[in-house]
């Protein structure tokens, strides 16, 4: 069965923290990774990545994919109150539309 | 733009009651999904649609069903509902297949369901 399991469940930092979240996975016929920031709403789209070893950067968030061993993490420098949210990972596999798996997320609350 | 648009945005439900639940999108998108996302989980496929006619189930049907008579318009319907549907559900599009070069899902912001 595909799974995807996200650590930790969740996290509370003070404001300028640095921080990793985990998402490791096991899925057949892997094609990308995707994360989500979730605040109030909807989920909304950070990063997409397909190969091993190449960082997605958009500002202070970085990601990065290890196919090898099956995991990617996300950081987050200089955190800000602002990046309070829910982080979703999302694994895409081949074959077929039902095939975004997501893990359960992390619930990162950043203090002032 | 408006984007993917869901109403209600809550609905509280008695035990066996029926609703059904509207998004519509705007971008013209081939693809369409309902997704339901309860605490501490992530989200779960219910039903998508490849195209105006076209639907399959995802990992989570039972207990819903769906239509797709438009491009714009993909309503889930909650016949007969219980406990266990107590849920935040969210719809989303995409042009192409999900993550089909680089392409992204676009969410809808959601309806809050509890059913008592």
């Known amino acids: 069965e595909d799974k995807v399991v996200q650590s930790p469940l969740s996290l509370v930092v003070h404001e300028g923290d640095t921080v990793t979240l985990n998402c490791s996975y096991e899925?057949?016929?892997?094609?990308?990774l995707l994360w989500y920031k979730q605040e109030k709403k909807a989920p909304t789209f950070l990063f997409m990545l397909?190969?091993?070893?190449i960082e997605k950067k958009s500002g202070r968030l970085s990601s990065i994919l290890d196919k090898k061993e099956l995991f990617s993490i996300l950081n987050i420098t200089a955190t800000q109150t602002g990046d309070s949210a829910i982080y979703l990972c999302?694994?895409?596999?081949?074959?077929?539309?039902?095939?975004?798996?997501f893990g359960t997320g992390t619930r990162l609350t950043v203090i002032p | 733009n408006a984007g993917v648009t869901q109403t209600p945005k809550f609905r509280i439900l008695k035990i066996g009651q029926s609703m059904t639940l509207q998004c519509t999108q705007d971008m013209n998108h081939n693809y369409m999904y309902w997704y339901r996302q309860d605490p501490g989980m992530g989200l779960k496929l219910i039903y998508y649609?490849?195209?105006?006619?076209?639907?399959d189930k995802g990992e989570v049907p039972n207990g819903y069903n769906v239509s797709r008579s438009t491009t714009e318009d993909f309503p889930l319907r909650l016949e007969l509902a219980a406990p266990s549907q107590t849920s935040v559900y969210f719809c989303?599009?995409?042009?192409?297949?999900?993550?089909?070069?680089?392409?992204?899902?676009?969410f809808g912001s959601g309806t809050q369901l509890s059913v008592l």
């Open positions: 397909t190969s091993s070893g």
């Open positions: 999302a694994v895409d596999v081949r074959g077929g539309a039902n095939n975004l798996f």
């Open positions: 649609s490849v195209g105006a006619g076209i639907t």
């Open positions: 899925v057949t016929n892997f094609r990308s």
């Open positions: 989303a599009s995409s042009y192409q297949r999900i993550a089909a070069t680089n392409e992204k899902l676009f």
